[in-house]
């Protein structure tokens, strides 16, 4: 009886206490620990808001984290501000409405952030020769607006070496300690853009630090952030030469088809279909398909950084510099085998009108990084061609309105992109437009029911 009034007293000492504090406009201090068992998850700060960081960001932000999304784009800024899902990945639709990104374009805010994730471009030059700038821009730029302790992440796709000889010395050139005053990871993106089924959220990633410290760190946020698998590389090289050996893989294979295309065409073997029938073995085959060019940031980019890296080291990639001359080629030869075809109906490039279906580098998306397309387009136009424009992804840059219009302006079709609405064409209406001649890029066209319309039909190695 006598503790239950002691502990009575108590009570009513602490409620007057607490009515004390309040009349004096006072609040009571609280113990965070007693008020919640979790602590408010880390300031994130993604720099460069594109394919690969927007995502990310959107992902985070639904996860609980505080985002910034940094960019030197204020159109890009602005648009991310309205709401709008700027990659126009579908899966991003229902999650955009119920999250918050700040968006950035000074980077003095992003002080108080613990977490900064480097997703800038890391394009080649006209000589093939990596432009490492944009990554040392944003590592400085992050070095200057940091506190202490923080983690930086590289999802930047880079040659072996870059964060250890480049990134890492601009943090202690700031007079930033590695290991104290920041933590370096490395987790290269793996962005498919237009994959129905694969995207930032599901696809496995692998992970590399300069240290234990670091890669913990990194670790529990992508545990938080995605739902795959993460493997751990035992050192951060061997994290920034994974990404470069998965484009150079696909690289080399696509160049393979493409040299069996150009061969396969002289002996009049169908491409297609042999590589159709190579594919039922079930091991030990990885089907590859020849098109008009390889397009995209990474695939067309990425070999060219570890190309120059081994130079330094003195070795030559030979096999990767011969795929790489191969695929370069594509579209020169998607054009040769226009004029063999416009040659059987006695016409030349020149002057004829020629429609271009699609420009963007990839089926269903309006990417137009390094597209094949473009380099079509430039070699047609350098040989007089008169040229019509058609992608339903790029209406601003198509010079018709419709595929209609295009079809009636034009003798001639090359299929550059594989749109799902250029498939969806029927046959006929090429015949009833008049269409005389059909290079097929991506081989996707029905080839037989084109030839039995009495239209020449040239397919890459078919």
Avoid at 129 to 147: D, F, G, H, Q
Wanted: with cysteine; aromatic share 6%; glycine share 6%.
């Amino acid at each position: 009886m006598e503790e239950n009034n002691n502990n009575k007293t108590t009570n009513e000492l602490n409620a007057k206490l607490d009515e004390l504090l309040l009349s004096q406009g006072l609040a009571k201090i609280k113990n965070p620990a007693a008020e919640s068992q979790k602590p408010a998850k880390p300031r994130v700060c993604v720099v460069g808001m594109g394919y690969v960081g927007f995502p990310l960001a959107v992902m985070a932000a639904a996860k609980g984290y505080e985002v910034f999304g940094l960019d030197t784009d204020l159109g890009k800024l602005k648009l991310i501000d309205q709401g709008v899902n700027i990659v126009k990945e579908k899966y991003l639709d229902e999650i955009l409405p119920k999250v918050k990104i700040n968006t950035l374009h000074d980077p003095r805010p992003m002080r108080p952030c613990d977490i900064f994730l480097i997703c800038v471009p890391t394009p080649v030059d006209e000589k093939y020769y990596p432009i490492l700038e944009p990554i040392v821009n944003a590592s400085k730029t992050i070095a200057e607006n940091m506190k202490k302790g923080v983690l930086v992440i590289l999802e930047s796709t880079v040659n072996p070496g870059v964060c250890e000889e480049i990134i890492k010395p601009i943090f202690e050139k700031a007079g930033h300690l590695g290991g104290r005053d920041f933590f370096l990871a490395h987790c290269p993106e793996r962005v498919n853009p237009g994959d129905p089924k694969w995207n930032v959220t599901n696809i496995p990633r692998v992970l590399g630090a300069l240290d234990e410290t670091g890669l913990k760190l990194a670790q529990e946020f992508y545990q938080n952030v995605i739902e795959a698998p993460i493997m751990l590389m035992k050192t951060i090289r061997e994290a920034e030469a994974t990404k470069i050996v998965e484009n150079s893989f696909r690289d080399i294979n696509i160049a393979f088809v493409n040299e069996l295309a150009k061969s396969f065409d002289k002996l009049g073997i169908d491409i297609v279909n042999v590589i159709r029938g190579a594919a039922t073995k079930p091991f030990a085959f990885l089907a590859h398909w020849p098109s008009c060019g390889v397009g995209g940031h990474c695939i067309p980019v990425d070999p060219y950084y570890l190309i120059e890296k081994a130079k330094e080291n003195d070795f030559d990639h030979r096999f990767l510099r011969v795929a790489r001359e191969i695929n370069n080629s594509m579209p020169h030869y998607t054009v040769e085998t226009l004029q063999e075809a416009l040659n059987k109906i006695e016409k030349s490039i020149k002057g004829t009108n020629i429609g271009i279906l699609g420009i963007s580098y990839k089926a269903n998306v309006s990417d137009l990084r390094r597209s094949p397309s473009l380099e079509i387009i430039k070699i047609l136009k350098d040989k007089g061609a008169k040229l019509h424009l058609y992608d339903p992804h790029l209406t601003n840059l198509s010079t018709v309105k419709n595929i209609e219009e295009l079809l009636e302006k034009s003798e001639a079709l090359i299929l550059a992109t594989n749109h799902l609405e250029f498939l969806q064409i029927p046959v006929e209406k090429f015949k009833d437009y008049g269409i005389k001649v059909i290079v097929d890029g991506k081989n996707s066209f029905n080839k037989d029911k084109i030839k039995n319309l009495g239209i020449i039909y040239k397919g890459i190695g078919r």
